[in-house]
């Protein structure tokens, strides 16, 4: 059963750091792209990023670039987001979600339960 | 930027009835558009992808058409359990993009 589990979601104050990780099992993690999807409270779903099977290719939102990083480690089945400059608006609950093909174009058939990230003084 | 624009926003409809929920893309994406259900408190599941493909463990009621710039999602006989919000989402280029959202709510 494929199962993914973010961690790492706390309340942070503007401008702080943080490191969001998604531990993937029941299936072979590096055979897939995989995207972070948040969604603030009470609105829609916005992707945030996008990791390749290999880590070689990545891509962000305009909201994001420049402040936060994606990157997996396939050895341990895990993928994180490293989150800088944090703002009031990137409060939201965290998805981390297993695309179906191996470069991110594919639909997403397994998400986690989401991590929550506030950001706030 | 794909955009894409979901209409209705908000649907109030009876068990039975068939509802049908629009997604329009700012420009073609092919078949790369993918429908999501969204319950309160839970994650998004996957219904339909590629416009108009079905797979093992969504209820036959529910079927997707369309390519290019208009989709449509179908839920054929509404059944309570089926009050939720729906996304359409494109996976054609960077940056991926949802629509909106379109909650049904069950009379």
């Known amino acids: 059963e494929v199962q993914l589990v973010e961690s790492g979601g706390v309340v942070v104050q503007p401008g702080g750091s943080l490191r969001l990780s998604c531990a993937a099992s029941g299936f072979t993690f590096d055979d897939y792209a995989m995207h972070w999807v948040r969604q603030a409270p009470g609105k829609g779903l916005e992707w945030v990023s996008l990791?390749?099977?290999?880590?070689?290719?990545?891509y962000y939102a305009d909201s994001v670039k420049g402040r936060f990083t994606i990157s997996r480690d396939n050895s341990k089945n895990s993928l994180y987001l490293q989150m800088n400059s944090l703002r009031a608006e990137d409060t939201a609950l965290y998805y981390c979600?297993?695309?179906?093909?191996?470069?991110?174009?594919?639909?997403?058939?397994?998400w986690g339960q989401g991590t929550l990230v506030t950001v706030s003084s | 930027e794909i955009v894409l624009t979901q209409s209705p926003d908000f649907q109030s409809v009876t068990p039975k009835e068939k509802v049908t929920i629009t997604c329009r893309a700012s420009q073609s994406i092919g078949s790369s558009l993918h429908w999501y259900q969204q319950k309160p408190d839970q994650s998004p599941k996957l219904l339909i992808k590629?416009?108009?493909q079905s797979f093992s463990g969504v209820p036959s009621r529910f079927s997707g058409s369309g390519s290019g710039t208009d989709f449509t999602l179908t839920i054929n006989s509404l059944e309570a359990e089926d009050a939720a919000t729906y996304y359409c989402?494109?996976?054609?280029?960077?940056?991926?993009?949802f629509g909106q959202g379109t909650k049904v709510e069950i009379k």
């Open positions: 989402h494109q996976s054609s280029s960077l940056p991926r993009t």
């Open positions: 979600a297993k695309d179906s093909e191996v470069y991110g174009s594919g639909s997403y058939l397994h």
């Open positions: 990791i390749s099977w290999d880590g070689g290719s990545t």
């Open positions: 590629y416009a108009s």
